[in-house]
């Protein structure tokens, strides 16, 4: 007797297939921003803050045209978040040497240590589920995540130098 297999032809995906990964999305982004949620209501702050924090930490110097590139958010929803994390002293904002007119953002010290605590968390996370599903599954797994971002974007992060 053949052992019957139970893997989906990707290119044949029912409705409830697919369903079941919008809810595996879901439930997996709920978890995902639980913790990073519940510290960084301890600042007044909320996931906005969290992703401008995390951009800027991760592409210091940004210019805050970029930063609204990447967030897709207006001016000013992005105002009013940078606003606050440049008065409590997470974010420090200079002038570019350059072009005045461009204004480029990089974390403070305090910044950088939220951001690493909040990073961590969510990093922990991910480093459990990829040893779980092992190296083939998560290149499966980027490949997915790269096909539902949009096209612009996988043209940014295929662009951006590997760090180690």
Do not use: C, W
Request: proline share 3%.
């Amino acid at each position: 007797m053949t052992p019957s297999k139970t893997r989906a032809n990707p290119l044949f995906l029912r409705d409830e297939e697919l369903r079941q990964a919008m809810e595996l999305l879901f439930y997996a982004y709920r978890d995902f921003i639980a913790e990073p949620d519940a510290m960084l209501a301890k600042y007044g702050f909320g996931r906005a803050h969290h992703r401008v924090i995390y951009f800027v930490g991760r592409n210091p110097g940004i210019t805050v045209s970029r930063l609204l590139a990447i967030l897709k958010i207006t001016k000013q929803s992005l105002s009013r978040v940078l606003g606050q994390l440049l008065r409590e002293d997470f974010i420090v904002q200079r002038t570019d040497r350059v072009d005045r007119r461009r204004r480029l953002l990089s974390l403070t010290a305090k910044g950088e240590e939220l951001e690493r605590l909040l990073t961590d968390r969510q990093a922990k996370r991910i480093a459990r589920a990829y040893r779980q599903a092992g190296a083939e599954a998560v290149e499966g797994f980027r490949t997915v995540l790269r096909g539902i971002i949009n096209e612009d974007d996988r043209g940014r992060l295929a662009a951006r130098p590997e760090r180690g």
